[in-house]
């Protein structure tokens, strides 16, 4: 199970955290990740982190402005979110990878389709 929490409404150049605790079983779990949807448009991605190594994988969008981090004691993943501005608006999901590591590639990180859990959203919303 994944919760998300940490999101609000905050004005452009603001930073904000979101966090995303997961329960249950998390020793299969292989990378976590960050999505966001905007109304009307498609869920995208925007960053993803490996579990057990630490490597860090970034849409070009938040490049440089955002940070994913983990916290593997707490079981729980961040999304350190600098210089917001009005068009990262939108609902941000967490969601995790789990399975054999075998099975898995890097690119595996950036689609939504290798995701098996999914928290509820938080919505983040910048205002200009």
């Known amino acids: 199970q994944l919760q998300a929490s940490g999101g609000g409404l905050v004005q452009a150049g603001d930073s904000l955290r979101l966090s995303c605790a997961a329960s249950?079983?998390?020793?299969?779990?292989?990378?976590l990740g960050w999505f966001r949807q905007s109304p009307g448009k498609e869920r995208e991605f925007v960053a993803a982190?490996?579990?057990?190594?630490?490597?860090?994988y970034y849409a070009d969008s938040v490049k440089g402005r955002f940070t994913i981090s983990r916290d593997n004691v707490k079981n729980t993943v961040y999304l350190r979110m600098n210089s917001l501005k009005p068009e990262d608006t939108a609902v941000y999901y967490c969601?995790?990878?789990?399975?054999?590591?075998?099975?898995?590639?890097?690119?595996?990180?950036?689609?939504?389709?290798?995701?098996?859990?999914w928290g509820q959203g938080t919505l983040v919303t910048v205002s200009s």
């Open positions: 249950g079983r998390t020793v299969s779990t292989y990378g």
């Open positions: 982190i490996n579990w057990s190594n630490g490597n860090t």
């Open positions: 969601a995790s990878q789990v399975g054999d590591p075998l099975t898995f590639h890097s690119g595996d990180y950036y689609t939504s389709l290798r995701y098996r859990y």
